[in-house]
């Protein structure tokens, strides 16, 4: 019902920045909430950030205030992470996910892009 294609991870160093977007497509009026996850190898999936389906209401892990911006392109229906003075700790899969209106769960999500931070 919800289709979610992660792009922009990569490669950074230490104290760099990198913007990941989350592309919506298919039935997106049904969302509402948007959120970045991450794993890191042999840890558990952690929540990054998450954003009302408006734009109008986010929230940050501690790990991340003030590094991270998660925004909303209305027009393209994308969700973008905007990561700034990154850590090696940083450094995980990234996957974008939504819920659905009146649901708790994130059920839809992408397929993960990597992001490693070298030291």
């Known amino acids: 019902q919800v289709q979610l294609v992660e792009s922009g991870g990569g490669l950074v160093q230490a104290g760099g920045s990198l913007r990941l977007s989350c592309a919506a497509s298919?039935?997106?009026?049904?969302?509402?909430?948007m959120a970045w996850f991450r794993q890191a190898p042999g840890k558990e999936r952690e929540i990054v950030a998450t954003?009302?389906?408006?734009?109008?209401?986010?929230l940050y892990a501690d790990s991340v205030k003030g590094r991270f911006t998660i925004s909303r392109d209305n027009a393209k229906n994308t969700v973008h992470l905007q990561m700034n003075s990154l850590k090696p700790e940083d450094t995980a899969v990234y996957y974008c996910?939504?819920?659905?209106?009146?649901?708790?769960?994130?059920?839809?999500w992408g397929q993960g892009t990597q992001v490693t931070v070298s030291s």
């Open positions: 996910a939504a819920a659905r209106i009146g649901a708790v769960d994130y059920l839809y």
């Open positions: 298919g039935r997106t009026f049904i969302i509402s909430t």
């Open positions: 954003s009302t389906w408006s734009g109008g209401s986010t």
